[in-house]
């Protein structure tokens, strides 16, 4: 049982870490406003670390990355904690959209879109979710259209696009065929934001901010060359670009600050606070929780060192996380009472920011299916879905609708 | 960083599971309610296996490894609900090691069986070493050593106290401080507790002006690491409880057909198994913090065994109770095994300070340090 990084580990994060004090001080805020200048000088502060290779660290060499494992992604990320300076801008991009291409992309595709992505010259955005589609994603309607002369005409919707409003490129799952089952029909397309029929909407959250879009997609062309893993493949290459997502949210839930000692902190400043039982019993096992996921994310760097990959029982280190941070922000308001939800407070947006969490990269429910049939082998859900043509199951779901 | 299991800690596992597996122990749990004799001594298993003096260092004839290892040997007894006596004996041979008795050797050979009468150590709101009450919530004074080298006081609900032939008691000198005494079993009242879960061994505690032998070089850090031992030992027998409640109830869950399915396939089910082995991953992860702590980080090892504590409880009662609901009304019968589980499940979590203190020191340690 081991904690500590090995000797060519200690070595690597010294030099992270000089790297890191040496030019910590060209680093923008770590939170900033929502304007462009300040996302021009995170884009400009990526550029900076992917020079000195501190992003894209498990990228191959040849496209630009490191060609370094998880430890090292991981040890970038807690010395970047460290030093108190912002991460790359794009981590949707290098940490799942690039790999995705690396994985399914042609060579012109690598060529063309790598470098500029982990430089952060150009931002990416992830176009899967829509309004009718999200936990059960391959149901996207998003229609794209093939052309006399081998173009696409692409109409839909898409939704809680992060990034989406200073993006230049974005990553799209579209129906191209609505005739077979709907796994099938799905073709994964790189579409050029600032394309005519284009429009990007900023959607308020909880809290009031915006930090999500919905686009739509009036007629959009694109290019033959914009496929990505061949046509009708749409199915396999989102199942590679999820992978990374929930590698890249497991790795990355250090930074996200939802610590038992923070909050603990929070309620020692209260003198009377502090020694009722009823609040030590709420924080002492939301506490435990906490303590608990901490653990599981050493459990899973120590499985990604041995070469395994998590699986999907990763996911219960989400649900745990999401369900102790929500006691925590109940704990903290109820002892600091409604100062606690003023938009001046540390607790305000964390608390507003949590029950839209819960449903972030799948809803806890289909999370929980997942896992029950994928880890304990229960048999999944009888599903009226199985090996009908897309077009037919939405014609049923439109009779079921009209029978109520 | 590496937190898989040495191959040494897979063969301990293996040995352990493979030990107990050929003693029907499930099946004498049952029996056991009806008739204390039919529980089987595991001891000589124990000894055989060379478990008695598993955190006996070897220099005094143990095999000199850690708390986790010992958390391992515990989850494979909790799994097959195996009533040995491993709780009471393991906190109390590190602190015979630790003091050099002249009794560790046979301790960690298993001839003398050694039994931790345990005080929890004060916190931020209770500053005394307190012990259990024969009933009720108030704790009590630890026993107390006069200056004439007599013992006096009580300890109720004290595991694997029947049958021990020596007692590591914390109590408190003359001067207030808390200190370890030995104590031959000649000198102990032991009012036998069979309550509950026939499988756990407890016992009333009275020391009347027995004479104890002072363990030297056991101060307070030193007792509180052996609480905390318990405490993390405790939540590794839980743990094993836990997995076979789960595996039990997934199996059943496959082959229960109801309205023309698997009732695993219905979400209500799905998501509760689910909730188990949630439950389950965080306990396993704290008892690695618990374990790893105990040896690198002893500063945090009050946390981590607390905090594994509280899950272990948590995640057995609500294991306990999905094994009863997942099996329907059979479940809550003596024809099926999930009686015993949650049996075990509601003794266990009353135990050593119960797992009500176990969270709130989770705060304390916490608030604390903040």
């Not at chain 1, 435990?288 to 901490?294: E, S």
């Not at chain 2, 009450?133 to 004290?158: F, N, Q, Y």
Request: overall charge negative; glycine content about 10%; hydrophobic content about 45%.
């Amino acid at each position: 049982m081991d904690l500590n990084d090995t000797p060519e580990q200690v070595h690597y994060r010294a030099k992270v870490r000089a790297w890191l004090h040496e030019h910590k001080d060209e680093a923008p805020a770590a939170q900033g406003e929502d304007d462009a200048a300040y996302v021009q000088a995170r884009r400009a502060w990526q550029g900076k670390l992917a020079t000195a290779g501190l992003a894209g660290v498990t990228w191959p060499v040849e496209l630009g990355g490191q060609g370094l494992g998880p430890i090292e992604h991981v040890i970038v990320g807690q010395e970047i904690v460290r030093a108190g300076v912002p991460d790359i801008l794009d981590v949707i991009g290098v940490g799942m959209l690039g790999p995705t291409i690396i994985a399914h992309g042609s060579a012109e595709q690598k060529n063309r879109y790598l470098g500029p992505m982990l430089h952060g010259d150009e931002v990416w955005c992830q176009l899967f979710s829509e309004p009718a589609a999200g936990s059960d994603l391959a149901a996207v309607q998003a229609r794209a259209v093939l052309q006399d002369d081998g173009s696409w005409r692409l109409s839909g919707q898409k939704v809680w696009t992060t990034n989406a409003h200073f993006a230049a490129h974005g990553l799209l799952l579209a129906r191209t065929d609505a005739d077979v089952p709907k796994h099938k029909g799905l073709t994964m397309f790189i579409v050029p934001m600032d394309a005519a029929g284009i429009t990007i909407r900023g959607l308020r959250q909880i809290s009031g901010e915006a930090e999500f879009n919905e686009v739509f997609f009036d007629d959009v062309r694109l290019d033959a060359d914009a496929v990505v893993g061949g046509v009708g493949n749409g199915w396999g290459t989102a199942l590679t670009t999820l992978m990374f997502e929930r590698l890249t949210i497991g790795l990355g839930s250090e930074s996200l600050g939802y610590q038992a000692e923070r909050y603990a902190a929070a309620i020692a400043t209260d003198e009377h606070a502090r020694l009722d039982p009823e609040v030590r019993r709420r924080l002492g096992e939301l506490c435990v929780q906490l303590l608990a996921v901490k653990f599981t994310g050493y459990r899973m760097l120590s499985a990604l060192q041995q070469g395994q990959i998590p699986g999907p029982e990763a996911g219960l280190a989400k649900v745990t996380t999401v369900r102790a941070a929500i006691d925590a922000g109940d704990l903290i308001a109820d002892v600091l009472g409604p100062d606690a939800l003023d938009a001046e407070s540390e607790w305000a947006y964390m608390i507003s920011f949590l029950p839209g969490l819960k449903s972030a990269g799948g809803t806890e429910e289909i999370l929980r299916n997942t896992i029950g049939e994928r880890v304990l082998g229960l048999p999944p859900e009888p599903r009226l879905d199985k090996g009908i043509p897309f077009s037919e199951l939405r014609a049923k779901e439109r009779a079921g609708v009209a029978a109520t | 960083m590496n937190l898989e299991l040495t191959d040494e800690q897979s063969f301990l596992r293996d040995a352990a599971r493979e030990a107990l597996s050929r003693v029907k122990t499930v099946a004498a749990a049952r029996e056991a309610l009806e008739d204390p004799a039919a529980l089987p001594d595991l001891w000589p298993t124990a000894r055989e296996a060379g478990w008695a003096g598993l955190l006996v260092s070897e220099d005094n004839g143990g095999a000199g490894l850690s708390a986790f290892e010992a958390m391992l040997v515990m989850a494979e007894a909790g799994r097959v609900l195996a009533g040995i006596e491993l709780l009471g004996h393991l906190p109390a041979s590190s602190l015979l090691d630790a003091a050099g008795d002249s009794r560790v050797a046979a301790v960690a050979e298993g001839d003398l069986r050694a039994c931790f009468v345990a005080a929890q150590p004060p916190g931020d709101l209770e500053r005394r070493w307190t012990v259990e009450p024969p009933s009720g919530s108030v704790r009590v004074d630890a026993p107390v050593l006069a200056s004439d080298g007599t013992l006096r006081g009580r300890v109720a609900w004290v595991p694997d106290a029947p049958g021990a032939d020596v007692f590591v008691v914390v109590a408190t000198s003359a001067d207030g401080e808390p200190v370890a005494v030995a104590v031959d079993a000649d000198d102990v009242s032991v009012e036998r507790a069979v309550r509950y879960d026939a499988t756990r061994s407890l016992g009333h505690v009275s020391f009347e002006g027995a004479a104890g032998v002072l363990l030297e070089g056991v101060g307070a850090p030193e007792l509180a690491r052996a609480w905390f031992l318990a405490q993390s030992l405790l939540a590794a027998e839980s743990l094993g409880a836990v997995e076979t409640a789960l595996a039990v109830s997934v199996a059943y869950a496959k082959e229960r057909f109801t309205f023309g399915r698997a009732i695993g396939s219905y979400q209500a089910v799905k998501h509760s198994l689910v909730e188990v082995l949630r439950l389950r991953e965080n306990t396993y992860a704290l008892l690695l913090y618990a374990g790893w702590a105990y040896m690198d980080k002893p500063d945090e090892f009050a946390l981590a065994a607390s905090a594994a504590r509280s899950s272990a409880g948590h995640a057995l009662d609500y294991a306990s109770r999905a094994m009863i609901s997942v099996h329907g009304g059979i479940g809550a019968t003596w024809e099926h095994d999930a009686p015993l589980f949650f049996r075990r499940a509601q003794l266990s979590r009353r135990l050593l300070g119960g797992v009500g203190d176990a969270t709130d020191r989770v705060a304390s340690e916490l608030l604390s340090a903040a």
